[in-house]
């Protein structure tokens, strides 16, 4: 029998920059754009189709500073709320995500599976993360592609958690007496812990984009605590599964940052992971979310 191959789809293409992809999953590097300088629409709006179409983009060699990052995060929809984590004097809505070289031996910043603050009603569409100082080596980030992991689930399985919600909370992160709260007097960071955080929020656990209309499995191991209507015991076979079908390496991409690098990445369709491998270095960079709406679901 003859079997004829199929040709991998083509990446998409762009009239005003051009997205190189950096994994078969998702990711792609944007040249073309220069920051410095305020988008036409029509780059605003490619670079936007891009983030949504890639998940996840990198843009080098472009110089942090706060005008071009409030400008942008303003015109991708504007600012998303920002609890828990103390912001820029004057830059509100932008947080420094720094860690000194001798914060060893504690949890960094964004490190674990987590898409943004998926515990709010109505969670980040996009957030931008712009690196200024970078270890020589370690500090990269993973992302997932969550819409690429529930294509792979088996159609029985997708057909189950069509019709799931799942319970989303902040009290592992940000409530009194947890790890962060017990080491923020080590942290270079300002984060303030609080009783809001043991507040509970439910989402569907398979979202439908309000952008390009694909599905996604719409979970994290930091911000998920159970199914609801399920306890925590029963949940926790169904959410392990899924934690570790999600985050299969053929899912991922890994990103190496430079001084000057913007990421911009699509938290309805990813989950990330910030390494934790570089004691004994620095890393600085500033994070602003862009504001999203509420989850819909498969029957909404």
């Known amino acids: 029998m003859t079997v004829t191959a199929v040709p991998a789809p083509k990446p998409p293409t762009y009239a005003t920059l051009c997205a190189t992809p950096v994994a078969g999953a998702l990711g792609a590097e944007i040249s073309g754009v220069d920051l410095s300088r305020s988008l036409t629409e029509g780059q605003l709006n490619e670079l936007r189709r891009a983030v949504v179409e890639h998940r996840v983009v990198f843009l080098r060699d472009q110089p942090h500073s706060f005008d071009a990052q409030r400008e942008l995060t303003e015109r991708l929809g504007g600012f998303g709320e920002t609890p828990f984590v103390g912001q820029v004097d004057g830059q509100p809505g932008i947080v420094a995500v720094v860690r000194e070289a001798d914060e060893q031996g504690i949890a960094n910043f964004g490190g674990g599976w987590h898409s943004d603050w998926s515990f709010q009603a109505a969670p980040p569409s996009f957030t931008l993360l712009w690196a200024v100082d970078v270890p020589p080596y370690g500090g990269d980030t993973l992302w997932a592609n969550l819409e ?150 498969v029957s909404s």
């Open 148 to 297: 690429l992991a529930y294509e792979r689930c088996s159609s029985g399985l997708r057909a189950t958690l069509d019709g799931l919600r799942a319970v989303h909370s902040a009290r592992r992160s940000y409530a009194p007496g947890s790890h962060i709260d017990q080491t923020r007097s080590q942290r270079a960071m300002r984060i303030d812990t609080s009783a809001s955080a043991l507040d509970e929020q439910v989402h569907p656990l398979v979202t439908v984009h309000p952008e390009s209309g694909r599905r996604a499995l719409f979970l994290n191991p930091t911000y998920v605590l159970r199914i609801d209507g399920w306890t925590a015991e029963e949940s926790q076979p169904l959410l392990a599964h899924l934690h570790a079908h999600a985050t299969r390496e053929a899912f991922t991409c890994r990103f190496r940052w430079s001084a000057g690098t913007l990421a911009i990445w699509d938290n309805r369709a990813t989950e990330h992971n910030a390494i934790n491998d570089y004691d004994g270095f620095r890393r600085e960079a500033y994070r602003s979310t862009v504001a999203g709406t509420v989850p819909q679901g």
